[in-house]
């Protein structure tokens, strides 16, 4: 009771004023202030007849098809230069092709122009054994790389194996010497209750 007549004592008429008139200068301004909060939205009747409204009903497309996946081009649209990275796909079409017919794949045309031309065999034999011998090479260097990498991958292996056995026995030891050393001092306190319950 004390405590709310201090606080009593203590409010001052002039900060009840201040607290009332900034209360209320709030909800003047919120209430009778801005307007145009409460309008109607502009009714359709009263746009310009030139003015064009979207019509949910129609289709309205954001960029023309260009044919590519989707119907929309395969270029970044943020791209400075779309004919560059056209020019740049065409290079590597014309040089993909360039390697296709290079590495000698043979087709039956192929073939028969070479029996027409008069491509002796004896040519036609070497060129078959060079293909066959890069052939090999390639096998034997790709068997030889994956020979080593499967020897470091087994030295990993044992090498891995004989630490966690190492690992293994420290911790058995650790083990075995704290049961050791729990055994003896389970014994000893079972000696000290014997020694008390006999006296």
Same mark, same amino acid.
């Given at each position: 009771m004390k405590k709310a007549m201090n606080w009593l004592k203590n409010i001052r008429p002039l900060k009840v004023l201040t607290v009332f008139l900034a209360g209320m200068f709030l909800f003047m301004t919120q209430a009778c202030g801005a307007p145009g909060v409460a309008t109607q939205p502009p009714q359709p009747g009263s746009q310009a007849p030139n003015v064009k409204r979207y019509d949910p009903t129609k289709d309205y497309p954001l960029s023309s098809p260009a044919g590519g996946m989707n119907n929309f081009s395969d270029v970044d649209p943020r791209a400075k230069d779309e004919k560059a990275a056209n020019d740049k796909a065409?290079?590597?079409?014309?040089? #993909?092709? !360039? =390697?296709?017919?290079?590495?000698?794949? %043979?087709?039956?045309?192929q073939y028969g122009r070479n029996f027409q031309q008069g491509t002796s065999l004896g040519e036609r034999v070497k060129n078959l054994g060079e293909d066959i011998g890069s052939s090999a090479d390639e096998v034997r260097e790709g068997l030889v790389k994956g020979t080593q990498r499967g020897i470091e991958n087994i030295k990993g292996n044992t090498q891995n194996a004989a630490e966690d056995v190492t690992k293994?026995?420290?911790?058995?030891?650790?083990? #075995?010497? !704290? =049961?050791?050393?729990?055994?003896?001092? %389970?014994?000893?306190?079972?000696?000290?209750r014997t020694v008390k319950d006999v006296d």
């Open positions: 065409e290079a590597l079409v014309k040089n #993909a092709q !360039k =390697n296709i017919e290079q590495k000698g794949i %043979d087709s039956r045309e293994n026995v420290q911790r058995g030891a650790e083990d #075995a010497g !704290k =049961n050791v050393q729990r055994t003896a001092e %389970d014994a000893g306190n079972a000696v000290n």
